[in-house]
Nanobody, 121 residues
Framework: QVQLVESGGGLVQAGGSLRLSCAASGRTFGTFAMAWFRQAPGKERDFVAAITWNSDRTYYADSVQGRFTISRDDAKNTWYLQMNSLKPEDTAVYYC??????????????WGQGTQVTVSS
């Protein structure tokens, strides 16, 4: 059974940092693109960041460009989202996802259960 488990969410003040992790089990994802999405209450699930299977390219939403960094460690079957200079508008449930190719739509093959990130002003 394939599972993606996020961790690292929590409550942080504006300007602070968090590092989210997504640990995969049940299969290896070395040939998959990895991504992070987020969903605020009453809103759609939005693309945040993605990384190609070989880490040669990364993609970011305009709203997080320059503040967030996505990375992966295939030896650990884990990928990460380093979030710096957090803003209250970053508050959302963050989901990790895996897919054969990078797309900016929430149409990935595998999803985690989500982790809450709350940024206070």
């Amino acid at each position: 059974q394939v599972q993606l488990v996020e961790s690292g969410g929590g409550l942080v003040q504006a300007g602070g940092s968090l590092r989210l992790s997504c640990a995969a089990s049940g299969r290896t994802f070395g040939t998959f693109a990895m991504a992070w999405f987020r969903q605020a209450p009453g809103k759609e699930r939005d693309f945040v960041a993605a990384i190609t299977w070989n880490s040669d390219r990364t993609y970011y939403a305009d709203s997080v460009q320059g503040r967030f960094t996505i990375s992966r460690d295939d030896a650990k079957n884990t990928w990460y989202l380093q979030m710096n200079s957090l803003k209250p508008e970053d508050t959302a449930v963050y989901y990790c996802a895996a897919n054969r190719a990078v797309v900016r739509r929430a149409e990935y093959d595998y999803w985690g259960q989500g982790t809450q990130v709350t940024v206070s002003s």
